[in-house]
């Protein structure tokens, strides 16, 4: 059946039940070790012991190290031979395409990716894509430049692959890519959740209703995008606003089907395994909040065995209205590197998103600073209002945030308004949340 008469991408993939999907991918992970072993020095080393025929469950899987990103980093020590060190799985003259790393957590990971490593991940995202209802009807903007990191890119090859028109607009400023969605008519944007917003403030700010841009389906990546924050975009925007989730190092492994609840994991191309927060060693149940651990199946040319991609999601079930067979998590709320305690609380920035975006539509931009204070964690937030408000408005607003935040984080904190426009606005990743305690503590 072709892809256009089907709600599916591939029909018998997407519709398998759980013990052929567990089947066939506990089969490719045994493939996929063998490779690693015999192609990328750094799993010669990491797996020697261990071999493919141990693994006969999905329980066999915690027996095997998990790759941090700081093993890949160190992988890359040695470019005597290749600037991609020991993570090169196939013939350096196989390798098409280089990627990175934004390097925000250290220093960047150079990504090789031969012609048939690339084509798998376009497949991968073909399914994003599909799943979201983009079809060959649909004319695709893009509004960043894609430089060496990777979404935009897996995004706009398989825009095409399914039939789209991919419209990019990175060399534009913002007013001139608004310009150019209504010149050309788009019906798709790829973009960040935190530049959607920004563009359709701008587009407000220009006398434009972005209701009216045509619009109909949007597609987030880069950052978490809460059930609060997507629910604001589709108000503001008019359309179907789908999130994903993935990484340059282990490619998108999850993403939204048109029932918009929760995401679909991206089986049987990736084993996902979703570890307790505490020690990483065993499967969280439906539910509970865990790590996701990533291997992707058919990658070879950066071969990765239980990549720990330090995301926090919650684990879902694998029913779905739509159909298909794939497990599902039911939220992403952030990150173990993002996660940090404040007077002995763990806080993680989502919920302060989830808070603001989902009760105090007034509010359209906003950041949360924690540093030391006389010995003490302190923590405040300035925000803006998308209207001027009376004095007494604003004090009234500030107490109902702050006793709002004070029961989602049992934290209370010192809470302050700004002018409109007072704060940066981003265009890829967000940086709403600084943690100046071990800066300050380093300039002292």
């Known amino acids: 059946m072709e892809p256009q008469l089907s709600g599916y991408w591939n029909p018998y993939l997407e519709t398998l039940d759980r013990d052929k999907l567990i089947r066939i991918e506990l089969k490719n992970f045994r493939e996929q070790m063998a490779f690693a072993k015999a192609h990328s020095a750094l799993y010669r080393r990491r797996l020697e012991g261990f071999e493919p025929g141990d693994i006969r469950s999905l329980d066999d899987l915690k027996n095997l190290p998990l790759t941090e990103k700081e093993d ?232 990765l065995i239980r990549f720990n991609t330090k995301d926090v999601v919650q684990k879902g079930g694998h029913g779905c209205p739509c159909g298909r067979g794939s497990m599902r998590i039911d939220g992403v709320t952030g990150r173990t590197d993002h996660l940090t305690k404040i007077r002995g609380v763990l806080f993680s920035p989502v919920t302060v998103e989830e808070v603001l975006r989902g009760e105090f539509p007034e509010i359209t931009e906003y950041e949360v600073t924690v540093r030391k204070e006389r010995a003490m964690d302190g923590i405040s937030l300035r925000f803006e209002t998308r209207e001027e408000m009376s004095e007494d408005s604003v004090k009234e607003l500030r107490a109902r945030v702050g006793e709002r935040l004070k029961m989602k984080t049992n934290l209370r904190f010192r809470i302050s308004s700004v002018p409109l426009g007072r704060l940066p606005r981003y265009t890829l990743k967000h940086k709403r949340f600084k943690d100046l305690r071990g800066l300050e503590d380093h300039e002292s």
């Open 72 to 303: 890949l980093r160190l992988a890359q020590l040695d470019q005597s031979e290749s600037i991609y060190g020991d993570l090169l799985g196939v013939n350096p003259a196989e390798v098409t395409t280089f990627r990175q790393t934004s390097g925000t957590t250290g220093k960047p990971v150079y990504v090789p990716e031969s012609y048939e490593s690339w084509q798998w991940r376009i497949e991968v995202w073909c399914h994003i894509l599909w799943m979201a209802g983009f079809r060959e009807t649909d004319r695709v903007f893009i509004p960043f430049g894609y430089n060496v990191y990777v979404a935009f890119w897996e995004g706009h090859y398989a825009a095409e692959k399914l039939g789209c028109e991919v419209v990019p607009g990175g060399a534009l400023d913002t007013k001139g890519r608004i310009n150019k969605i209504i010149e050309v008519g788009a019906t798709g944007l790829f973009n960040t959740p935190t530049y959607g917003l920004h563009l359709a403030e701008t587009a407000r700010q220009m006398g434009l209703d972005p209701r009216e841009l045509g619009v109909r389906r949007m597609l987030c990546a880069g950052e978490p995008l809460p059930p609060a924050t997507r629910s604001t975009l589709e108000a503001v925007w008019g359309a179907e606003v789908y999130d994903h989730i993935g990484g340059t190092e282990p490619c998108a492994w999850a993403a939204m089907c048109r029932e918009r609840s929760g995401l679909h994991l991206m089986e049987p191309f990736f084993l996902v395994e979703i570890l307790d927060l505490e020690t990483q060693t065993k499967e969280v149940e439906e539910g509970e909040l865990g790590v996701a651990v990533v291997t992707p199946l058919g990658r070879r040319s950066f071969p």
